[in-house]
């Protein structure tokens, strides 16, 4: 059983920061990759940064510069420092993780979602 669990969403005026955290935990062999994807009410789901067990990190055009994705490997965590919020940043925010649960036995696994607005 492996459980994603998100933190830190909230309502944040233009121009703010937000700061979401997702911790991994339950039966992991190894992470390899972690991500944060959104979805705005009535668009698909989109992939908004991912970093890999190496560090290697990719964002989407729309966050870079603004959206900073780090790893702590040590406690299976993923971080999404967001700043320059914008409205069209409004969405539910899912942690996603790459990851086997024993020596290659992978699978992707989801979050439940945080809500993040950004409105004045």
């Known amino acids: 059983q492996v459980q994603l669990v998100e933190s830190g969403g909230g309502l944040v005026k233009p121009g703010g920061s937000l700061r979401l955290s997702c911790a991994a935990s339950?039966?992991?062999?190894?992470?390899?990759?972690m991500g944060w994807y959104r979805q705005a009410p009535g668009k698909q789901r989109e992939l908004v940064a991912t970093i890999t067990s190496g560090g290697s990190t990719n964002y989407a055009d729309s966050v870079k510069g603004r959206f900073t994705i780090s790893r702590d490997n040590a406690k299976n965590t993923v971080y999404l420092q967001m700043n320059s919020l914008k409205p069209e940043d409004t969405a539910v925010y899912f942690c996603?993780?790459?990851?086997?649960?024993?020596?290659?036995?992978?699978?992707?696994?989801w979050g439940q979602g945080t809500q993040v607005t950004v409105s004045s």
């Open positions: 339950g039966s992991i062999f190894i992470i390899y990759a």
């Open positions: 996603n993780a790459n990851l086997a649960t024993e020596p290659g036995r992978w699978a992707n696994y």
